[in-house]
């Protein structure tokens, strides 16, 4: 799986992501700054986490005007995987690849720890190696990293199987204590419609090696490149 990761004035999760696709899982990838208007040969993108034009008037609102992102727009239209991570679903939230926006944590501070996810759909190029009833421990930091929608987005996604990830303890129980910035339902991931654009607010990149704390970021990576299988029927299989 040929991989591009965004780089944007302000990322600082990019070389994460990098050392992840490529060091850990042995995939080709490479750095795309963001005013380049080509992807070039890559099969999947990743959009990272960090602070894109330092957060300024919204998270992910000016990142959306980089050149870069009309080609991702297009790419994405033609069917291409792209992975949002952090300050990435906000990104691709603000481009309107993705339904819904991500707000203020509810407790107005900066959060850093561990969490668990619950993998709630398996039907998707992003989920579809994780183990049933495995639960994810994954870090996350962010301060706008409450997922809301209104009340008809959020009944199109239950109805479409689009929501792939929710907060939840570490017996799998999706709680209000487990949610750590206050997103609706618990949620912290969606897809979109067409299921082969995705976003977390957790850092699956900061979760891919065990002397890291755990590996368990490793398994949505590697959802996406068993898509590339042979056995893969098409990319958002």
């Not at 070389?15 to 042995?26: E, M």
């Not at 009309?70 to 992975?83: I, N, S, T, Y």
């Amino acid at each position: 799986m040929k991989a591009a990761v965004l780089q944007f004035p302000g990322s600082n999760c990019d070389q994460d992501a990098v050392h992840a696709l490529g060091a850990v899982l042995g995939q080709p990838v490479r750095l795309l700054w963001h005013k380049e208007q080509s992807l070039g040969d890559a099969e999947a993108v990743v959009v990272p986490g960090g602070f894109s034009y330092g957060d300024y008037l919204r998270c992910g609102a000016i990142a959306r005007f980089s050149p870069v992102m009309a080609a991702v727009r297009e790419f994405a239209d033609q069917g291409g995987l792209v992975l949002g991570i952090c300050n990435g679903f906000q990104v691709l939230c603000e481009a309107g690849l993705l339904p819904g926006a991500l707000v203020r944590n509810r407790s107005l501070q900066f959060r850093c720890e561990w969490v668990y996810l619950k993998t709630d759909s398996r039907h998707s190029p992003f989920t579809r190696c994780i183990p049933e009833d495995r639960l994810l421990r994954i870090p996350v930091a962010h301060g706008e990293g409450g997922y809301f929608a209104d009340a008809d987005t959020l009944s199109r996604l239950q109805a479409n199987d689009q929501i792939l990830w929710h907060y939840c303890t570490a017996d799998g129980a999706v709680t209000e204590r487990a949610n750590p910035n206050g997103s609706v339902q618990n949620i912290a991931g969606v897809c979109n419609e067409r299921r082969n654009v995705a976003a977390l607010m957790p850092h699956p990149e900061r979760a891919s090696e065990a002397l890291l704390g755990s590996a368990d970021g490793r398994l949505i990576f590697e959802s996406m490149i068993d898509a590339f299988t042979p056995h893969a029927v098409h990319r958002a299989a």
